[in-house]
């Protein structure tokens, strides 16, 4: 059984920083792709990030220079670190298995306040 599991996220201020985990069991983490994705009220889900097996990123425009992502493969983790939050970082964050629509977390709220 695939579980993800995400922690890490809470409330802060404009400018401050979070780090969010997504530990995964059940799956070859070495070999697969793995994303971020955020979600709020109202709009659809948005991807964030994307780390590939080989460690090469890529980020949605509006969180480059600010977010990154990397893995641990000796901890099965995913991590998204977060700089320079603003108010419209706010959401849900979820990790997902990139390319596999049934396997994703239960999500962690970050809230960012002005």
């Known amino acids: 059984q695939v579980q993800l599991v995400e922690s890490g996220g809470g409330v802060v201020q404009a400018g401050g920083s979070l780090t969010l985990s997504c530990v995964v069991s059940?799956?070859?983490?070495?070999?697969?792709?793995f994303a971020w994705y955020r979600q709020t009220p109202g709009k659809q889900r948005e991807y964030v990030a994307i780390i590939t097996s080989g460690d090469s990123t890529a980020y949605a425009d509006s969180v480059k220079g600010r977010f990154t992502i990397s893995r641990d493969n000796a901890k099965n983790t995913v991590y998204l670190q977060m700089n320079s939050l603003k108010p419209e970082d706010t959401g849900v964050y979820s990790c997902?298995?990139?390319?596999?629509?049934?396997?994703w977390g239960q999500g962690t709220q970050v809230t960012v306040s002005s």
């Open positions: 997902n298995v990139y390319g596999y629509q049934d396997y």
């Open positions: 059940g799956i070859s983490f070495r070999s697969n792709e």
